[in-house]
């Protein structure tokens, strides 16, 4: 924990990690993003996590890069080279919305408030997505004069939403509401401003209460399906649950459900 990410353990097994710059609606850092990055490693280190929910403080989810005071330098960016600093300044951006996935744990994003550029593909690369009814979204990187093709919108937006929309939104870089975004699917659900972080720790809490292992196997297979045809994901489906069956998941959840009780899963 820093003092620009605040992450505390507020139910079982659950995690509200929130991105802590409200005066600035959560713009982007270096600082925050490698922030980030650490919160992320520890996450999947620690097998007593099962769920994370990631917010905003304050009105923001997060606005995007800090436009005002500059993203910074990314751990290694020393002024020596700018071609290999600014390359390195984007890969450690671009790099956290893949550790977003790779984290085994899933992540549920409750936005809360302004989500564009940077922020709107750290709400893409979660695994669930739930807004407030204020909650308002942008590809933005139009708007500053570069593509919006960045930090994996081109791969994620289109896969989420369908490549029609997802080229509109990123063609055009306009605004679009929450009612919108799950019109379109983008969300699961949108809620009233003040129950946002009860309703994604709700969810969290219902992962949390499933086997560990079945949830990790079902992220991993779940976005990799996304990668490869029918045959292959079938295939891949099927790898997974023979190694799924010599877990301890099953035999407590077969027994709690005989035993008509909940099930306790170790972690």
Known sequence: MTDVLLSETVRPHVRLVTLNRPDN???M?????????????????????????LTGAGRGFCAGLDLASGYGAAPGSDGS?????????QEHMSRLILKLRATPQPVIAAVNGPCAG??????LGSDIRYAARGA????????????????????????L???????????????????????IGLVAATVEDDALVDRALEAAEQIAGLAPWGVRLTKQGMW??????????VEYEDRQQIMATYGQGPKEAIAAFLEKRPAEFAD
């Open 25 to 27: 609606l959560n713009a």
């Open 29 to 53: 850092t270096a600082e925050l993003c490698g922030a980030l990055h650490a919160e992320l490693d520890d996450v999947a280190a620690d097998r007593s996590c099962r769920a994370v929910v």
């Open 81 to 89: 080279d700018e071609a290999r600093d600014r390359l390195n300044n």
């Open 118 to 123: 940077f922020g709107l593909s750290i709400a």
């Open 136 to 159: 308002v979204f942008r590809a933005a990187f139009l708007n500053i004069g570069v593509s919006n093709c960045d930090m994996a919108t081109s791969w994620l937006l289109p896969r």
């Open 161 to 183: 939403v369908g490549a029609s929309r997802a080229h509109e939104l990123m063609l055009t870089a306009r605004r679009f509401d929450a009612a919108e975004a799950e019109h």
């Open 224 to 233: 990799t399906a996304l990668e490869i045809p029918e045959q292959a994901a």
